[in-house]
């Protein structure tokens, strides 16, 4: 009988941010659909209200369903029978429950029986879902590729492939291939065009593929022969009833263990080309990831918040010492500062999910009418800053989860290493999220364009000037501090104008950007609600701290020092 | 084809989360105190009548409750999972009504609805817990009664001219107990000591089993399309948004009937038609009053064991 989205009120809070109206009066077109569907709202308030009341279901189903069955799922995992995935027995029930739920094809216009609610209450779904098991939402969560489609594909296919994921079929990105991990350009799944009967077939393998055998796959493939880059890649959409695609095999993985990671071997596999060749790479596959990685996003943040609720449940039971272990200052500590990360890192989810919002919205909007330049202007500022910080909520927060992970078992001790406790699939579960979508390290090549080109300082000069009660202004002036810090230190590492040297301290420039914006997050959170005060000032003392400590680093570091680190 | 079921719903207070203030001293439930729910057993029947919707298209549910105004939000939830529409009995006429007035005003405002094949309803509910309300129904509609379901397993249209598979005379048996038939289900029941199939014609009414498939989710698309449906006293409390929406979404109105909207005999409604009287409430305290040592050897457990037999306790 639990909910886990009205036992977790900072939800509610995310969801009732400001910025919604303009969201929603976007997604919804000042309402017009509601002559067309009876489910379609009447306004702002009727929108909000339609959104709290579905993930009102979401939390239901995750604490009834889906959270009880993540033991077993972990333990029982998926099997190939005939060719064929099927998904350990809790899996197909979480699938059947949020399938009957309607709860599939949440963002897609109502045109294609989807929900039509914008991405800040899907995410909040996913971040529901992945507290309950993380390893189920890769399936429920790769609705993703339904969004890319309806992004890319034509009016036929749209309305061929769409409903079928609205009312419940799953779908995967085919991606990766033995020799093309995070280097995608290297990709040879072959596409070859027939043209006697005018269809496209697949030929290939691809490897490491989440549920792989679902009934709608996105892959990308080798269409223009004998090129060798990004260049020659288009996407394809393949349709599982054609029976062309054999499942070799399935991973045995260390976490996500429900999920099914397949190897697919395409015989001869007819598809369909989406949007125009050689974009699948450059264009399509972008915006795929792009969606994806906001996914992982929320991924991470449920798995800090299970973690974080596990850690702080056992601390207040277990007793040592004649008292619980939660009043032990090496306890509470860690307990405080996980509390204070997993509020950092949602309130940047939920950031970067309305700039998404925004300039997908108004790209939509401008495939049914001309923008107003001053709209086409606010697109291009959102598409930026989603793209600034996309990597940078991707790549932090997953560490985040992983830290999380860590010490919540640590706060377990020697019971966190056996597996009576959650913690400890929580632990392993939350070990790939700072490797597949692009590694943290690769999060880090696509964000330092946000430090070089002065993208992070911009919204953060922003936060800067934000209204803020009187109490808080001490926090906005240390964070002031930390950005002048911040910007110090990425002109030191700039002006050396040596690409290898900024690509050696990147990561410490991503991070200590990635401090400030989350601890002004945290702050105007505060302003909003006075619950996130503490989370507010352990996080700054942290972040204020790391940066120190990275800023001392850079300033003492020469283009020379790099030498002793290529001794390896 | 499709068949036209009625499922009988009731609004209760949680009693799973009983706090102190739980009970009056008058001994009576202090609503107030608990959130009220739609009865856990009620929504295993309303899953058995959406299993024969998917089954048999073109069936239609209808979910009737009594209960005071607040009792509209079963029939939402009903809506929200998949129910058709719904009626909601109430009227200070009714209040106070024991098993016996229950049932009577509901066999009354059954007949005005007239049109059905079945009645399904949860075996009891967790406020009473008498398990009563099902069976006086079926009696004073004179249905045959199927109670303890766990499974409709099938539900077929026409009379059965011939004895069925398990030898059941159903035209015989429906002239001489005056029955109208549509046709026969079959039905698994869940006993105590097993399980039992039956065949019944019907219409008739079951009862349905917790051990049945839980209640499906309610549906985001069905939510949003229902969430502002209303009966007509909601209506004119006028402090709800999107009133007008009624006038043009008739299937938002929800059907409320007062004890004037049905044909009743006033003497067995309510209290005065209600034999039960509360004379007394006791606090329960469980302790274990006797408690035994058993050593684990062979001998002692064996000893156990028969003992446990004898009594009843296993076997």
């Given at each position: 009988?639990?909910?886990?989205?009205?036992?977790?009120?900072?939800?509610?809070?995310?969801?009732?941010?400001?910025?919604?109206?303009?969201?929603?009066?976007?997604?919804?077109?000042?309402?017009?659909?509601?002559?067309?569907?009876?489910?379609?709202?009447?306004?702002?308030?009727?929108?909000?209200?339609?959104?709290?009341?579905?993930?009102?279901?979401?939390?239901?189903?995750?604490?009834?369903?889906?959270?009880?069955?993540?033991?077993?799922?972990?333990?029982?995992?998926?099997?190939?029978?005939?060719?064929?995935?099927?998904?350990?027995?809790?899996?197909?029930?979480?699938?059947?429950?949020?399938?009957?739920?309607?709860?599939?094809?949440?963002?897609?216009?109502?045109?294609?029986?989807?929900?039509?609610?914008?991405?800040?209450?899907?995410?909040?779904?996913?971040?529901?879902?992945?507290?309950?098991?993380?390893?189920?939402?890769?399936?429920?969560?790769?609705?993703?590729?339904?969004?890319?489609?309806?992004?890319?594909?034509?009016?036929?296919?749209?309305?061929?492939?769409?409903?079928?994921?609205?009312?419940?079929?799953?779908?995967?990105?085919?991606?990766?291939?033995?020799?093309?991990?995070?280097?995608?350009?290297?990709?040879?799944?072959?596409?070859?065009?027939?043209?006697?009967?005018?269809?496209?077939?697949?030929?290939?393998?691809?490897?490491?593929?989440?549920?792989?055998?679902?009934?709608?796959?996105?892959?990308?493939?080798?269409?223009?022969?004998?090129?060798?880059?990004?260049?020659?890649?288009?996407?394809?959409?393949?349709?599982?009833?054609?029976?062309?695609?054999?499942?070799?095999?399935?991973?045995?993985?260390?976490?996500?263990?429900?999920?099914?990671?397949?190897?697919?071997?395409?015989?001869?596999?007819?598809?369909?080309?989406?949007?125009?060749?050689?974009?699948?790479?450059?264009?399509?596959?972008?915006?795929?990831?792009?969606?994806?990685?906001?996914?992982?996003?929320?991924?991470?943040?449920?798995?800090?918040?299970?973690?974080?609720?596990?850690?702080?449940?056992?601390?207040?039971?277990?007793?040592?010492?004649?008292?619980?272990?939660?009043?032990?200052?090496?306890?509470?500590?860690?307990?405080?500062?996980?509390?204070?990360?997993?509020?950092?890192?949602?309130?940047?989810?939920?950031?970067?999910?309305?700039?998404?919002?925004?300039?997908?919205?108004?790209?939509?909007?401008?495939?049914?009418?001309?923008?107003?330049?001053?709209?086409?202007?606010?697109?291009?500022?959102?598409?930026?800053?989603?793209?600034?910080?996309?990597?940078?909520?991707?790549?932090?927060?997953?560490?985040?989860?992983?830290?999380?992970?860590?010490?919540?078992?640590?706060?377990?001790?020697?019971?966190?290493?056996?597996?009576?406790?959650?913690?400890?699939?929580?632990?392993?579960?939350?070990?790939?999220?700072?490797?597949?979508?692009?590694?943290?390290?690769?999060?880090?090549?696509?964000?330092?364009?946000?430090?070089?080109?002065?993208?992070?300082?911009?919204?953060?000069?922003?936060?800067?000037?934000?209204?803020?009660?009187?109490?808080?202004?001490?926090?906005?002036?240390?964070?002031?501090?930390?950005?002048?810090?911040?910007?110090?230190?990425?002109?030191?590492?700039?002006?050396?104008?040596?690409?290898?040297?900024?690509?050696?301290?990147?990561?410490?420039?991503?991070?200590?950007?990635?401090?400030?914006?989350?601890?002004?997050?945290?702050?105007?959170?505060?302003?909003?609600?006075?619950?996130?005060?503490?989370?507010?000032?352990?996080?700054?003392?942290?972040?204020?701290?790391?940066?120190?400590?990275?800023?001392?680093?850079?300033?003492?570091?020469?283009?020379?020092?790099?030498?002793?680190?290529?001794?390896? | 084809?499709?068949?036209?079921?009625?499922?009988?719903?009731?609004?209760?207070?949680?009693?799973?989360?009983?706090?102190?203030?739980?009970?009056?001293?008058?001994?009576?439930?202090?609503?107030?105190?608990?959130?009220?729910?739609?009865?856990?057993?009620?929504?295993?029947?309303?899953?058995?009548?959406?299993?024969?919707?998917?089954?048999?298209?073109?069936?239609?549910?209808?979910?009737?409750?009594?209960?005071?105004?607040?009792?509209?939000?079963?029939?939402?939830?009903?809506?929200?999972?998949?129910?058709?529409?719904?009626?909601?009995?109430?009227?200070?006429?009714?209040?106070g009504s024991d098993t016996l007035a229950t049932s009577y005003?509901?066999?009354?405002?059954?007949?005005?609805?007239?049109?059905?094949?079945?009645?399904?309803?949860?075996?009891?509910?967790?406020?009473g817990?008498t398990?009563q309300v099902?069976?006086q129904?079926?009696?004073?509609?004179?249905?045959?009664?199927?109670?303890?379901?766990?499974?409709?397993?099938?539900?077929?249209?026409?009379?059965?001219?011939?004895?069925?598979?398990?030898?059941?005379?159903?035209?015989?048996?429906?002239?001489?107990?005056?029955?109208?038939?549509?046709?026969?289900?079959?039905?698994?029941?869940?006993?105590?000591?097993?399980?039992?199939?039956?065949?019944?014609?019907?219409?008739?009414?079951?009862?349905?089993?917790?051990?049945?498939?839980?209640?499906?989710?309610?549906?985001?698309?069905?939510?949003?399309?229902?969430?502002?449906?209303?009966?007509?006293?909601?209506?004119?409390?006028?402090?709800?948004?999107?009133?007008?929406?009624?006038?043009?979404?008739?299937?938002?109105?929800?059907?409320?009937?007062?004890?004037?909207?049905?044909?009743?005999?006033?003497?067995?409604l309510g209290l005065s038609g209600s034999p039960t009287k509360v004379?007394?409430?006791?606090?329960?305290?469980?302790?274990?009053?006797?408690?035994?040592?058993?050593?684990?050897?062979?001998?002692?457990?064996?000893?156990?064991?028969?003992?446990?037999?004898?009594?009843?306790?296993?076997?």
């Amino acid at each position: 009988m639990a909910n886990f989205f009205t036992d977790n009120p900072d939800l509610k809070f995310h969801l009732t941010h400001p910025m919604m109206e303009k969201i929603v009066a976007l997604k919804e077109r000042n309402f017009t659909d509601k002559d067309k569907f009876d489910y379609a709202p009447m306004d702002f308030e009727d929108a909000m209200d339609s959104y709290e009341k579905v993930l009102e279901i979401v939390g239901e189903i995750c604490g009834d369903i889906v959270a009880p069955n993540a033991e077993s799922v972990d333990q029982e995992g998926p099997k190939i029978v005939d060719n064929e995935v099927i998904y350990a027995k809790g899996t197909q029930e979480n699938l059947d429950a949020l399938v009957n739920a309607g709860l599939m094809g949440i963002t897609l216009p109502r045109k294609y029986e989807g929900l039509n609610f914008p991405i800040v209450p899907y995410i909040m779904a996913a971040d529901i879902v992945s507290r309950a098991d993380a390893g189920f939402v890769n399936i429920w969560g790769l609705q993703d590729c339904a969004e890319t489609i309806n992004e890319f594909a034509d009016e036929d296919q749209k309305s061929r492939f769409l409903p079928r994921i609205s009312n419940g079929e799953t779908a995967a990105m085919d991606l990766t291939e033995p020799d093309a991990g995070s280097d995608l350009q290297a990709v040879q799944l072959k596409a070859t065009f027939n043209e006697e009967d005018g269809k496209w077939y697949l030929n290939g393998v691809k490897r490491f593929i989440t549920n792989g055998d679902g009934h709608v796959s996105l892959v990308l493939a080798r269409s223009e022969e004998g090129t060798q880059d990004g260049r020659g890649l288009s996407m394809f959409i393949y349709d599982r009833n054609e029976k062309a695609v054999i499942v070799r095999r399935i991973e045995n993985k260390m976490g996500i263990k429900g999920s099914p990671t397949c190897e697919l071997v395409f015989k001869n596999a007819p598809a369909e080309l989406v949007g125009s060749r050689k974009m699948g790479l450059i264009k399509y596959v972008m915006a795929l990831m792009n969606g994806a990685r906001l996914g992982i996003g929320a991924q991470s943040i449920g798995i800090c918040e299970a973690a974080y609720r596990e850690g702080l449940e056992y601390a207040k039971e277990r007793e040592q010492f004649g008292k619980p272990i939660i009043q032990f200052p090496a306890v509470y500590e860690m307990l405080s500062t996980m509390k204070a990360k997993l509020d950092a890192s949602r309130t940047l989810l939920y950031e970067t999910s309305r700039m998404v919002d925004i300039y997908k919205t108004y790209m939509h909007i401008s495939e049914e009418r001309k923008l107003e330049p001053a709209e086409r202007k606010e697109m291009k500022r959102y598409q930026k800053m989603a793209d600034f910080f996309t990597p940078l909520l991707k790549g932090l927060t997953s560490e985040y989860s992983n830290q999380l992970a860590y010490d919540s078992l640590q706060i377990h001790g020697g019971s966190g290493f056996m597996k009576d406790y959650p913690i400890e699939r929580i632990y392993r579960d939350a070990r790939i999220t700072s490797i597949y979508e692009g590694t943290t390290q690769l999060q880090v090549v696509a964000a330092i364009r946000g430090v070089t080109t002065g993208g992070y300082v911009d919204r953060i000069r922003e936060y800067e000037l934000m209204e803020l009660r009187p109490e808080l202004h001490g926090y906005r002036r240390t964070l002031i501090g930390m950005t002048e810090e911040y910007v110090h230190a990425v002109k030191t590492v700039v002006d050396v104008k040596d690409n290898e040297y900024v690509d050696f301290h990147a990561r410490r420039l991503v991070e200590m950007a990635g401090h400030i914006v989350m601890g002004y997050l945290l702050l105007l959170d505060t302003q909003r609600d006075e619950q996130f005060k503490t989370s507010t000032e352990i996080y700054i003392n942290m972040g204020k701290a790391e940066n120190t400590s990275r800023a001392e680093f850079i300033h003492n570091f020469t283009l020379d020092d790099i030498g002793a680190y290529k001794h390896v | 084809m499709g068949f036209k079921i009625i499922v009988l719903a009731k609004q209760v207070p949680d009693t799973r989360n009983v706090g102190k203030d739980a009970m009056k001293a008058d001994g009576t439930v202090n609503r107030a105190a608990l959130p009220a729910i739609f009865n856990p057993e009620d929504l295993n029947a309303l899953e058995q009548a959406l299993r024969l919707k998917d089954r048999y298209p073109g069936s239609e549910v209808t979910i009737l409750t009594m209960g005071p105004g607040r009792a509209a939000d079963v029939i939402r939830e009903g809506l929200y999972r998949g129910a058709d529409k719904g009626y909601l009995l109430t009227d200070r006429a009714f209040a106070g009504s024991d098993t016996l007035a229950t049932s009577y005003a509901i066999s009354c405002a059954i007949k005005k609805i007239k049109d059905f094949d079945l009645i399904i309803a949860g075996r009891q509910a967790i406020d009473g817990d008498t398990a009563q309300v099902g069976p006086q129904v079926a009696e004073k509609l004179n249905l045959p009664q199927v109670t303890y379901a766990e499974e409709i397993l099938s539900m077929k249209e026409g009379i059965v001219a011939e004895d069925d598979k398990y030898g059941v005379p159903h035209a015989k048996l429906a002239e001489e107990l005056d029955l109208k038939i549509n046709g026969t289900l079959e039905i698994k029941r869940r006993l105590e000591r097993g399980v039992e199939t039956v065949v019944t014609p019907f219409p008739c009414v079951i009862t349905v089993n917790a051990s049945a498939p839980n209640c499906r989710p309610r549906n985001a698309k069905a939510v949003m399309k229902y969430k502002h449906a209303r009966t007509v006293t909601e209506i004119q409390d006028q402090s709800e948004d999107y009133l007008d929406l009624t006038l043009d979404r008739p299937y938002l109105k929800i059907e409320e009937w007062s004890v004037s909207d049905i044909e009743t005999d006033t003497k067995w409604l309510g209290l005065s038609g209600s034999p039960t009287k509360v004379k007394k409430i006791e606090n329960v305290v469980f302790q274990a009053k006797e408690s035994k040592r058993i050593s684990n050897d062979e001998a002692e457990l064996e000893e156990l064991i028969v003992e446990l037999i004898d009594n009843h306790t296993i076997g």
